[in-house]
């Protein structure tokens, strides 16, 4: 017989605890009494002794015996000859790293992990898995106690936000794939529904916390080489909070200021006139739990010209973008683009044409074929209306939408996630994606050829949207868990913030181990490049309100069941009618002697 809980039979120590009723000497009552000679062979007890003598009814075996039943099943036995096999699921995001007093959530986490394991079988089998940047198993699976106290040691969080998971489907189906006789999840979610073969062990409070929810570094226009910083800086607490807020360029300050912000509010914060420098950073100087989303870190765009590949059939339309100061535009037809080299330049941008599949750098989709990646077509409109349009949004800013006439134009249907920016009475008519750290932009009318002053409404959108492609430019949008487009001309070397190093090669184009926050750097001879990487994941930040992981209920028996578990209610509920019981059947002396106020002979 093993035992899933063994710290339950600790409990047996407080079993003589059972007798103190029992010694207990009932307080002298005054009872009227015809002769006192009844009472003289009594007399040599002594007045001030505390205690009486032992009587135990037959009901306090019974009572024990029950009692003694309830704290084994407690321990949850099991009886097999296969070994016990468990499963420990750490929560590793980047919420774990709050400080609960002294310690981080995901060190007690450990310390809860030690203890389940220090107190296990060594007939125990435990497979440990990790919750980011997926719920999958660490190490080899089936591993003895001894083993996985060894592994857990080298766990760390990551600076990743998790995935949209609903943890209880996704334990029950462990629970029914793997065979797991016990399943211990140890986060820091508040859980409901506790009980059964699948445990939840939640570390950690609510707490207050300010966090850097954004950071960019951006020129004023593709045509300036005056920088600007923005920073989004959110407070997550019902109270106000003042703080120091400072920018800085490769570790020297650049700027600083004190502000305070309204609780549960957001505030943008800007900075401009500062010098060039390879990275930036901006810190938020307040102590609260979570230290990781209190500093971010952007790499300025490029300070080369802002190039743009043009593919379209009709060649002069996208070639007026020359008119613009700053730009410089190639423009092949559909065909040649297969074996164009894009490397070079900044922007795509389709015109009545589309890529297989989408690019490695920003695009523009401008009334793209049916067979594209993005959306489906609509309802073509010709004259279109304007119904609406985001705003505040950097793509319709200071666009007069009464003015704003295509002469022609298709609602889209987006194929996957999108957001809408302009839409018509048939559907949207612009939508922008942002995915893997590029922006794609799908346009449903035709905003070329660019005419300047002759058409300002089309004009002033076209350098919206030529705006909005530049400030994406760089590292500043990277978020933690995206991968690196990392374009290398010839082998070289990854470093990541931690100081790890991997070899990169001529023909690598991705880079997904982006799970800490920091500068990644890629050195190619004397060549070197930055990347900067941020947590950008609001409900890591809000420490006040983590979202409660609902158990299911278990269906069926998979593994080797814990005997007798799913009776302890019913023994305790027995255990508390035998105490009625008792009192019925052997009342206190004050129930027995109420009934009369004479003496009894």
Do not use: C
């Not at 920088?227 to 570790?251: D, H, Y």
């Not at 181990?513 to 947590?535: C, I, K, P, S, W």
Request: glycine letters at 8%.
């Amino acid at each position: 017989m093993e035992f899933l809980n063994p710290a339950a039979l600790y409990a047996f120590f407080g079993l003589p605890l059972l007798l103190i009723p029992y010694l207990m000497r009932r307080t002298p009552r005054r009872v009227v009494f015809s002769s006192l000679l009844l009472l003289q062979e009594f007399s040599f007890r002594r007045e001030g002794r505390p205690w009486g003598r032992l009587r135990v009814p037959p009901i306090f075996f019974l009572q024990l015996l029950f009692l003694s039943l309830l704290i084994l099943v407690l321990g949850e036995p099991v009886l097999s000859v296969h070994p016990i096999k468990i499963a420990i699921i750490l929560d590793n995001s980047a919420s774990m790293q709050a400080l609960e007093g002294q310690r981080s959530r995901f060190a007690m986490a450990l310390d809860e992990a030690r203890d389940l394991l220090s107190s296990s079988s060594p007939r125990t089998r435990v497979d440990l898995f990790l919750t980011v940047p997926r719920l999958e198993r660490v190490g080899k699976d089936a591993l003895t106690p001894t083993e996985a106290l060894t592994l857990i040691s080298g766990l760390r969080p990551y600076d990743l936000g998790e995935a949209a998971v609903d943890y209880g489907e996704e334990l029950l189906r462990l629970k029914r794939e793997k065979g797991y006789e016990r399943i211990f999840f140890l986060t820091d979610h508040p859980v409901r529904g506790q009980g059964g073969a699948i445990k939840v062990v939640s570390v950690g409070r609510s707490k207050e916390n300010l966090a850097i929810t954004s950071f960019h570094v951006t020129k004023h226009s593709f045509g300036s080489s005056q920088l600007q910083a923005r920073v989004e800086i959110t407070n997550f607490s019902p109270r106000e909070g003042r703080f120091r807020l400072s920018l800085k360029g490769e570790g020297k300050v650049l700027s600083a200021g004190t502000h305070t912000l309204a609780p549960r509010n957001s505030m943008t914060a800007s900075f401009e006139g500062f010098p060039f420098h390879p990275y930036y950073e901006v810190e938020l100087e307040v102590s609260d739990a979570l230290a990781l989303d209190n500093r971010r870190l952007a790499v300025p765009p490029a300070s080369k010209e802002f190039k743009i590949l043009g593919i379209s059939p009709r060649p002069e339309a996208v070639h007026s973008l020359r008119l613009i100061p700053g730009l410089g535009v190639d423009v092949i037809s559909p065909g040649a683009y297969e074996k164009s080299k894009d490397e070079e330049h900044s922007l795509q941008i389709f015109h009545f044409s589309a890529p297989s599949q989408l690019p490695q750098s920003h695009a523009l989709l401008v009334l793209p074929p049916r067979e594209n990646p993005l959306v489906a077509q609509g309802r073509a409109v010709s004259p279109p209306v304007i119904s609406a349009w985001r705003e505040p949004h950097p793509l319709t800013r200071y666009v007069n939408f009464a003015l704003f006439r295509p002469v022609y134009a298709r609602s889209l249907k987006p194929l996957s996630f999108a957001d809408s920016i302009i839409e018509g009475p048939e559907g949207p008519l612009v939508i922008a994606v942002e995915h893997g750290g590029f922006r794609y932009l799908v346009l449903g009318f035709d905003p070329f050829p660019y005419l300047g002053r002759e058409n300002l409404p089309m004009s002033i959108f076209t350098m919206n949207f030529l705006e909005w492609f530049y400030q994406g430019l760089g590292g500043s949008v990277t978020a933690t868990g995206e991968p690196l487009q990392v374009r290398v001309q010839e082998d070289g070397v990854l470093a990541t913030p931690k100081g790890d190093k991997f070899p990169i090669r001529k023909d690598s184009s991705l880079f997904s181990q982006t799970f800490f926050q920091g500068l990644y750097q890629v050195v190619q001879g004397d060549r070197q490049a930055l990347f900067a990487v941020n947590l950008q994941n609001v409900k890591e930040s809000d420490l006040s309100n983590p979202v409660p992981i609902d158990l299911k209920e278990e269906t069926g028996n998979s593994g080797s069941p814990s005997l007798l578990f799913s009776l302890w209610p019913y023994l305790l509920l027995l255990s508390v009618l035998l105490l009625v019981l008792e009192w019925f059947v052997n009342p206190p002396a004050t129930e027995r002697s109420s009934g009369s106020s004479g003496a009894r002979l």
